[in-house]
């Protein structure tokens, strides 16, 4: 079946560093990718629309100069954290469309900002 | 703006018992309703997909309704077993289009115990 991959599933960086976020669909290609932030024991919130070849398409109240997104090609997007703080420690996943209804999601990346 | 709501946030019972977890939004223009499962620090599992024009979907031990009309869904899962431990939530999307983005809701996190 389809599978969406994350890299990396896990990341510590200090206060104030960049992190670059992969999510790549491995055996489709994907125009449209989405990114979502969960905090502990909360819900999945949409973060951005990632576009193939155009820019993301950002949800109210998501800095778009802060999450970076790049979709270079039909299989990878990436989300850039700049300039992390402790307050963007969360869980970040991403969803890519498959088949008929079907959105397939990675395992997730886990961001911890000391 | 739609909002997606389950009642309980969290459930805690013994093996064997049969359980009814609730998710209700607030638009009823809704195309399509799903139920996922995350386990902890992990990606999502669609279990169930109920388009609007359904009433209920079944897999396994596990049953989805859907009534549309009063903006509410429910998950049976019959005869509970300490591997059905996870986080269930309920996503909506507008249209039928999977690069349509999906609104969570607010999940409901499970636990049998043997």
């Known amino acids: 079946g389809a599978v969406v991959s994350q890299h990396p599933s896990w990341v510590i960086c200090k206060s104030g560093t960049s992190v670059k976020i992969e999510c790549r669909s491995l055996?489709?290609?994907?125009?449209?990718m989405f990114w979502y932030r969960q905090f502990p024991k909360q819900s999945l919130m949409l973060m951005a629309t990632?576009?193939?070849?155009?820019?993301?398409?950002?949800e109210q109240g998501v800095e778009k100069d802060k999450f970076l997104i790049n979709h270079a090609s039909l299989t990878l997007s990436t989300l850039t954290v700049t300039s992390a703080h402790p307050e963007d420690s969360s869980f970040y996943i991403c969803?890519?469309?498959?088949?008929?209804?079907?959105?397939?999601f990675g395992p997730g990346t886990r961001l911890l900002v000391l | 703006k739609q909002e997606v709501t389950q009642i309980p946030a969290a459930l805690s019972v013994p093996e064997g018992e049969n359980l009814v977890l609730n998710c209700s939004f607030t638009?009823?223009?809704?195309?399509?309703l799903q139920w996922f499962r995350q386990d902890p620090g992990k990606g999502l599992t669609s279990l169930l997909l109920?388009?609007?024009?359904?009433r209920e979907q079944t897999s396994g031990r596990l049953n989805a309704s859907l009534d549309k009309s009063s903006g509410r869904s429910t998950l049976y899962i019959a005869a509970s077993q300490p591997g059905d431990s996870a986080t269930y939530l309920c996503a909506v999307s507008r249209t039928p289009y999977n690069t349509d983005k999906l609104i969570f809701g607010t999940g409901t996190r499970l636990q049998v115990f043997p």
């Open positions: 109920i388009q609007s024009s359904q």
């Open positions: 969803s890519a469309p498959g088949t008929g209804v079907t959105q397939y």
């Open positions: 055996d489709f290609q994907a125009t449209t």
């Open positions: 638009d009823s223009a809704i195309y399509n």
């Open positions: 990632s576009n193939e070849g155009s820019k993301a398409t950002y």
